[in-house]
């Protein structure tokens, strides 16, 4: 007790000073969370994929479709326990800044593949009798301000026209991590509408989502899948949902790059400043340390004041700073609506920004505690900060 005293009486003794030390930690620790959390969010679709289902794709590209047709031939393959396809529908709500995922997918079969949404049995059962009904996340929903019995006007781009889509259901995510900002709709109707105003390009699928028994078998299931379709007018690539994820995710890999650099150098910077404020109340305090020496103190006594003082300002501004970026999270996830479709500091994260502050906190006090501790009593009382 004696000790934290002596800590918080010197700590702030230069009020101001200290007091702008904080708030420059807790700016750093503050930007350095938010900044992992932009990169935690990137992978967030990747993170909450599942062991236990493929994704079949054109070979070519996404953007071309595979036939119906190889749903059968899919079922068939040893190691596959189900099968479900969905397309990207790709509509507009009222303007183009209104983007959220909006999937068409064969909803008898797709549900069971995706046991982290969470529907009510009475909705699910009221969005299945209902071809021209949508399911929506609680995220999406909440952000609109759409209820049950809303119907959702949708502007074509990929399948043309004005679409009137009635809510039938709202999903949760079993977890924080499942993404509740998507809307699904019924492939069944949209292929119907689709073949009504251009016979010839109905019963295609974007992808086809596989369901397979055990997940190390995933490498040999998708090895036989696209054998069997190899050299065909349209060759698979079959991978795991999360490799698929990443896919996506590897489009802006530099951008990730440069945020976790930029997240780096924030704290290095602070660094930098706190060993500067450090270094300056050690040398306006030469004479105290020395005194303390001429008095019997060991020199361990004036490195664990120095360091004592540099962890207690680092840990208060550490602290700070976690506080502060859990609601300036929160603001910047409404900011940027459902372009992060999960968007939260993981504990990991506050973790993470509480060690950067004491690791600042101890590096920044390195030097001057060092040097402190091998002043010369005479030389130190000579001293004139």
């Known amino acids: 007790m004696f000790l934290l005293r002596l800590l918080l009486k010197n700590a702030f003794r230069h009020r101001l000073r200290t007091l702008l030390t904080i708030v420059g930690l807790m700016v750093a620790v503050c930007a350095f969370g938010l900044l992992r959390t932009i990169v935690d969010a990137w992978y967030a679709g990747a993170n909450a994929s599942s062991s236990t289902r493929l994704i079949t794709r054109s070979a070519t590209s996404l953007t071309v479709p595979l036939p119906l047709a190889y749903a059968e031939r899919l079922r068939a393959v040893d190691g596959v326990d189900a099968v479900s396809w969905s397309n990207w529908f790709g509509g507009v709500y ?44 609680r995220k999406l929903a909440a952000k609109y301000g759409w209820k049950l019995g809303d119907t959702v006007p949708l502007r074509g781009t990929i399948y043309s026209g004005t679409w009137n889509f009635p809510i039938r259901g709202i999903y949760e995510g079993a ?52 054998a069997m379709f ?26 990730l790059v440069a945020l976790q650099a930029v997240s780096l150098i924030v704290i290095v910077i602070i660094m930098a400043v706190m060993a500067n404020t450090m270094a300056m109340t050690a040398r306006e305090r030469m004479a105290e340390y020395a005194t303390l020496k001429a008095l019997g103190f060991p020199p361990e006594f ?43 500091v993981a504990p990991e994260t506050m973790a993470l920004q509480l060690l950067a502050a004491l690791a600042v906190g101890a590096i920044a006090a390195a030097w001057p505690a060092w040097r402190s501790s091998r002043i010369d009593i005479v030389d130190g009382l000579r001293h004139v900060g």
């Open 175 to 226: 977890d924080p991590g499942v993404d509740e900002n998507q809307m699904l709709m019924h492939w069944g109707y949209i292929n119907e509408i689709q073949r009504q105003r251009y016979p010839g390009r109905g019963d295609s699928v974007g992808v086809f989502v596989l369901g397979i028994r055990d997940p190390n078998d995933a490498a040999l299931v998708s090895q036989r899948i696209d």
């Open 302 to 344: 004036v490195v664990k004041l120095l360091f004592g003082e540099s962890l207690l300002i680092a840990a208060i501004g550490g602290v700070a700073g976690v506080l502060v970026t859990l609601p300036l999270a929160s603001v910047f996830a409404n900011a940027v609506g459902t372009l992060f479709p999960v968007f939260r």
């Open 94 to 137: 009222i303007t183009e800044r209104n983007f959220f995922p909006q999937f068409a997918v064969d909803a008898a079969s797709y549900l069971p593949l995706y046991p982290e949404f969470v529907v009510s049995d009475a909705e699910r059962s009221a969005w299945l009798r209902d071809r021209r009904s949508v399911l929506v996340g």
């Open 230 to 255: 190899r050299n065909s007018i349209a060759e698979t690539l079959t991978e795991t949902e999360k490799a698929f994820q990443l896919g996506f995710v590897s489009m802006s890999e530099a951008i």
